[in-house]
Nanobody, 120 residues
Framework: VQLQASGGGLVQAGGSLRPSCAAS????????MDWYRQAPGKQRELVAR???????NYADSVKGRFTISRDNAKNTVYLQMNSLKPEDTAVYYC???????????????WGKGTLVTVSS
């Protein structure tokens, strides 16, 4: 299983980006899909989560600005980021909890990360 993230970039404050993360491989099912971020000198933090039943939760710092969504047919999770602030600058990582074909248990898989830079 591999996760490929894309859609980061450089944007001015107040702008928008929509990174995506697609899983590929021998996938039976995917449960939670997450976006994390890690800013320079800081610990990685959970930004948003969407469950298999489409329940979502967000870090307080992004509530009302970011929206997580998923396309199960494409094994893809998206993060619509609006009203971006310089403090949103970080490497954004996706994680998906995947049960592979022939397995009873799931594993959290990680993408390599996509850089988001917000200029003031």
């Amino acid at each position: 299983v591999q996760l490929q993230a894309s859609g980061g970039g450089l944007v001015q404050a107040g702008g928008s980006l929509r990174p995506s993360c697609a899983a590929s491989g021998s996938i039976f099912s995917i449960n939670d899909m997450d976006w994390y971020r890690q800013a320079p000198g800081k610990q990685r933090e959970l930004v948003a989560r969407i469950t298999r039943g489409d329940s979502t939760n967000y870090a307080d710092s992004v509530k009302g600005r970011f929206t997580i969504s998923r396309d199960n047919a494409k094994n893809t999770v998206y993060l619509q980021m609006n009203s971006l602030k310089p403090e949103d600058t970080a490497v954004y990582y996706c994680s998906q909890f995947i049960v592979t074909r022939g397995s009873y248990f799931g594993t959290a898989y990680w993408g390599k990360g996509t850089l988001v830079t917000v200029s003031s």
